[in-house]
């Protein structure tokens, strides 16, 4: 939901970002005439190219995908973006996720995937890079989650917040990305 951090000014570059990925999905997704085109865009681990690790880290295989992404972005990144200003939040985005993608190539070659073609993408690598700085700098903060608690036996649901600590949350992001590759 949010961190308890104070947000200088507007979140421009997490907006900008939350926007290019659900547009392109969007676009993807359900738009006839780009429909099946996702893999010119992802990034082919046989042959490689620099263009393709950009386009890659706006698209997303489904919804889950883009949506677990885009709430961590949303809600890491304005406190960061607010610290250490919205031209070095694109860099780092960018950056952590391009190299993200190229790990996962070597990764794919070590594990002797790379005979077959493998398409990777979406932006797990570009909001681990923001996670990882938002750790480093703000790892102390706390941060509002949403949860749902429901008594089976009575019926009975509540929704509430709870507060982590900041290092507690990224560390589940973690726990999720090694859930999700296995």
């Known amino acids: 939901i949010g961190t308890e951090l104070s947000v200088r000014r507007f979140p421009t570059a997490v907006l900008s970002l939350v926007v290019m990925n659900l547009g392109y999905f969007l676009l993807f997704r359900y738009s006839p005439a780009h429909a099946g085109k996702i893999g010119a865009l992802a990034l082919d681990t046989q042959h490689p190219t620099l263009l393709n690790a950009f386009t890659a880290c ?11 992404n885009m709430i961590f972005l949303v809600t890491f990144g304005p406190a960061l ?10 860099i780092l ?3 952590c996720g391009i190299g993200g993608m190229l790990i996962q190539v070597e990764a794919n070659a070590l ?36 949860h749902v608690t429901m ?28 859930a999700y590759a296995a």
Request: overall charge positive.
């Open 81 to 90: 973006e607010s610290r250490i200003t919205g031209a070095r939040f694109l």
């Open 93 to 95: 985005y960018l950056a």
């Open 151 to 178: 008594a089976l036996v009575q019926g009975q649901s509540r929704v509430g917040t709870v507060r982590l600590n900041g290092a507690v949350t990224v560390t589940g992001w973690i726990l999720l990305q090694i």
């Open 58 to 68: 706006f698209l997303h295989g489904g919804w889950v995908h883009l949506l677990g």
């Open 111 to 146: 594990a002797g995937f790379g005979r077959s073609p493998t398409f990777v993408l979406g932006a797990s690598g570009a909001v681990s890079g923001v996670l990882g700085l938002f750790a480093i700098r703000c790892g102390f903060a706390r941060v509002r989650v949403a």
